[in-house]
């Protein structure tokens, strides 16, 4: 990308840098609004404890890998950080960057940052349109990991900046990272609720019905909820999560199949363990064609290869994607739930 694209698309994505937008943008950004609507506040507390140790004051030279599922709440426990950072009067709004590394409804049309672009937002922030500023900066970079290389880019720090980077697709490199920089680098997870988690998070409700409504909606903050709220899980968040899921797992580089029959091939092969071989022949895959989908969907946290799908909304998705699917049983969920 030119660094004048470069500039129009961090434009947009810092509405602080402009006076007349650096106290309206907290209603219209979309992350924020939508936990203004629908917020489960024991997620935005994890959010807040995860990223405890980044303070108001950008301290150089160091960086915090926040990693979780797609819809798990990444975007907006940066973005509620971010307006921690900016209600400190004493913080210049220009030394906070936004770097979308993915492109969002408002352009979707662009490819997703190269890592040469994350390299010029680090290094060069002045070049691609970020305002000059005194200090160091706090650089989000947010789903880095839509980005090849991302993690050469981010372990190789930047000058005079503070790093906050949120990542879906994480393996062992990531969870090295901290060894391999020790003080530099820390990694903070997000994943979704368990069912003890929200029994503690609702003391005195009745177990029985906390647990037929978790094997509902699961545990992820937006669709607990809105199942509060609305009684359901709202069709945007189901598309959200498909889209965002599809993306990680890169289903079409492997073979032309979408995610809902993934998913249902995956409930009705699986016994107690997911079996490489059936969930290939469900899906007309060769073995190694499902073993690499396999790792790209524990990377992404979206299964346990000895458990299964991590959430019970996963279960649900194809019948919540196509009202005609059959629904799976609640005995199903409930053998698979953690």
């Not at 901290?178 to 003080?183: D, H, K, L, S, T």
């Not at 509902?216 to 009684?231: F, N, T, V």
Request: hydrophobic residues 45%; proline residues 9%.
């Amino acid at each position: 990308m030119r660094p004048s694209e470069l500039a129009q698309v961090l434009r947009a994505a810092n509405p602080w840098w402009s006076r007349h937008h650096r106290v309206t943008w907290v209603s219209d950004d979309p992350e924020l609004a939508q936990r203004e609507r629908h917020e489960w506040v024991p997620a935005t507390r994890a959010g807040r404890d995860a990223l405890a140790e980044i303070g108001t004051a950008p301290r150089a030279g160091v960086a915090t890998v926040l990693v979780g599922p797609r819809g798990v709440g990444k975007t907006t426990a940066a973005k509620d950080l971010v307006l921690r950072v900016l209600s400190d009067l004493a913080v210049d709004p220009r030394a906070i960057l936004w770097v979308p590394v993915e492109p969002g409804p408002e352009q979707p049309e662009r490819d997703p940052l190269e890592p040469a672009d994350l390299d010029n937002a680090l290094r060069r922030p002045t070049r691609v349109g970020a305002p000059a500023c005194d200090g160091p900066r706090l650089v989000v970079l947010d789903e880095a990991s839509v980005s090849e290389d991302w993690i050469d880019v981010v372990a190789g720090g930047a000058p005079n900046a503070q790093l906050l980077v949120t990542a879906s697709i994480a393996g062992a490199v990531v969870e090295d990272l901290p060894a391999r920089y020790p003080g530099q680098m820390s990694v903070r997870y997000l994943r979704p609720s368990t069912l003890a988690e929200l029994l503690v998070a609702r003391p005195g409700s009745d177990p029985e019905a906390a647990r037929k409504a978790f094997i509902q909606h699961g545990g992820y903050p937006r669709a607990l909820a809105e199942h509060r709220d609305l009684g359901r899980v709202s069709h945007e968040f189901v598309e959200l999560l498909e889209e965002g899921l599809f993306k990680d797992i890169g289903v079409f580089a492997l073979h032309p199949v979408q995610l809902d029959e993934v998913i249902t091939a995956m409930c009705t092969t699986a016994g107690r363990f997911i079996e490489p071989a059936p969930l290939a022949a469900a899906l007309g895959m060769s073995t190694a064609e499902v073993a690499y989908l396999l790792e790209r969907m524990a990377d992404a946290g979206i299964i346990d290869p000895r458990r299964g799908l991590v959430d019970p909304l996963l279960h649900q998705l194809p019948a919540l994607h196509d009202p005609a699917a059959r629904p799976p049983t609640e005995q199903h969920v409930a053998a698979f739930t953690f």
